[in-house]
């Protein structure tokens, strides 16, 4: 403190210099209250944090202590218990018992901190805003606590929960989007996947070609005229049930491919590969069902730099 006031008393306005001045510990600055001229900046607050040793409930006081209340957990995740060690008391240098404090939680609630934890680094991974993180971790609570998926792993449920958090928030990612950043494998998420819906007998909206086009598009760095092109022909292809079987991922990709072509834009099989998590020999199965249609499915205002004729056949 000492400290602090020698530095207050060296500060003063060069054109009030008897004035006081006033300190914004927001910001960090020391004002003149004559003129507002800003003395000094970037000032350290050196005092203590508020501190409380008072037991009484009724008593309030400003305490800035512990992470926030997580309402997912029992209690608030508030709960904490101190006692001493098992059998012979400890004792330090003045002879007097040594406490240690310690977080109380139960089985339960560290199963739920572990897949939290999970969920908010995949959700990181994704680049996904927080709200898809804490529709998760709602989820997999539901899950926790109906106890009928006992056996399953819990990274299984925390990755599908994930997934369901995605499509009910409107921005679906794929199985293999988020086998990526878990440490499951594709088709055990997808069976944790069917059995949460199941269980929890909630549904998602089906998910359509048009829910990834645009991010597949940008990621490829395609014009919009392309992606509207791509848009229309995944729609058009699956209106005319010219790919039946097919995922809506797969027919974006072969979409994709074909608008592409036909673009000055070209981009291989590969590209698109990489982006889409397609395979290329599903990409190319899905555009040779495609292509006899083409005329078909492009739409009319399309500009061609390679005419429908030129396009690869596969």
């Known amino acids: 403190m000492a400290l602090r006031a020698s530095r207050m008393a060296r500060?003063?306005?060069?054109?009030?210099?008897?004035?006081?001045?006033?300190?914004?510990?927001?910001?960090?600055?020391?004002?003149?209250?004559?003129?507002g001229l800003v003395v000094g900046d970037r000032v350290i607050d050196v005092g203590s944090e508020w501190r409380t040793f008072n037991n009484d409930k009724n008593t309030k006081d400003a305490s800035r202590v512990g992470a926030a209340e997580n309402p997912l957990l029992d209690g608030g995740d508030l709960s904490t218990m101190i006692a001493t060690s098992s059998g012979d008391t400890l004792l330090d240098d003045n002879g007097k018992p040594m406490y240690h404090s310690r977080r109380n939680l139960s089985v339960s609630d560290r199963t739920l901190l572990t897949a939290f934890r999970e969920i908010s680094q995949m959700s990181e991974r994704l680049n996904l805003p927080t709200m898809i993180a804490d529709q998760a971790n709602t989820l997999f609570k539901q899950v926790h606590e109906s106890k009928s998926l006992k056996g399953r792993a819990n990274d299984a449920i925390a990755s599908a929960c994930m997934y369901i958090a995605c499509r009910q928030e409107g921005v679906p990612r794929t199985f293999k989007e988020i086998c990526a950043v878990s440490k499951v494998s594709k088709k055990e998420i997808g069976r944790t996947f069917k059995l949460i819906l199941k269980t929890l007998e909630t549904n998602v909206d089906l998910i359509t070609t048009g829910d990834f086009m645009s991010r597949f598009c940008s990621s490829l760095s395609m014009t919009n005229h392309v992606q509207?092109?791509?848009?229309?022909?995944?729609?058009?292809?699956?209106?005319?049930?010219?790919?039946?079987?097919?995922?809506?991922?797969?027919?974006?990709?072969?979409?994709?491919?074909?608008?592409?072509?036909?673009?000055?834009?070209?981009?291989?099989?590969?590209?698109?590969?990489?982006?889409?998590?397609?395979?290329?020999?599903?990409?190319?199965?899905?555009?040779?069902?495609?292509?006899?249609?083409?005329?078909?499915?492009?739409?009319?205002?399309?500009?061609?730099?390679?005419?429908?004729?030129?396009?690869?056949?596969?």
């Open 228 to 314: 509207k092109a791509a848009t229309h022909i995944a729609k058009t292809a699956v209106d005319l049930d010219l790919v039946p079987g097919k995922s809506p991922v797969t027919v974006a990709a072969a979409a994709i491919y074909m608008a592409s072509q036909a673009s000055e834009n070209k981009k291989t099989q590969r590209e698109i590969s990489v982006v889409t998590g397609v395979a290329e020999v599903t990409i190319r199965q899905s555009y040779k069902l495609m292509y006899p249609r083409a005329r078909d499915l492009f739409p009319s205002e399309f500009k061609f730099a390679t005419p429908i004729d030129l396009l690869p056949t596969q």
């Open 11 to 35: 500060l003063h306005c060069s054109a009030h210099p008897d004035s006081p001045l006033i300190e914004d510990y927001h910001a960090g600055d020391m004002i003149c209250s004559e003129c």
